[in-house]
């Protein structure tokens, strides 16, 4: 189960990262209200004129909510792994050495004495 949570509740975190970040660069800043009393037609959009301010952020606060609680779960569950004792090499797969087998002398150079019948 957990195998599975971890990387799904990483998915969730990221996206909801990017949400958060994308509702922000939405959102009007505070100089921007004075835009809209005078009629820059922001009270033609479709929330209204603090309708969208309203929306946005409120929804921002509940993704930053959301985005607070994935980041304490993933802490937690990346802290309650079991811990493995020893070194990195103890998990360093080791092969058995096959020793090579031993070589042979090289074989006495045959003499061959020229025989007497073999012209030369």
Known sequence: ME???FPALLTVHILVALSVIGLVLLQHG????????????????????????N????????LAAVFFLTSLSLT?????????SG???DTVKTEAVVP???ETPPAAPV?????K????
């Not at 003499?111 to 025989?115: A, G, I, L, Q, V």
């Not at 019948?117 to 030369?120: A, C, E, G, V």
């Open 117 to 120: 019948d073999i012209p030369n």
């Open 87 to 89: 070194s990195v090499m």
């Open 3 to 5: 195998g599975i949570l």
């Open 30 to 53: 505070k100089g921007a209200d004075m835009g809209a009393a005078f009629g820059s037609g922001a009270s033609g959009s479709l929330f209204g004129a603090s309708g969208s301010a």
């Open 100 to 102: 090579a087998p031993a």
């Open 111 to 115: 003499n061959e004495s020229k025989s």
């Open 76 to 84: 937690y569950l990346a802290s309650s792994k079991p811990k493995q």
């Open 55 to 62: 929306f946005l952020s409120r929804t921002t606060a509940v």
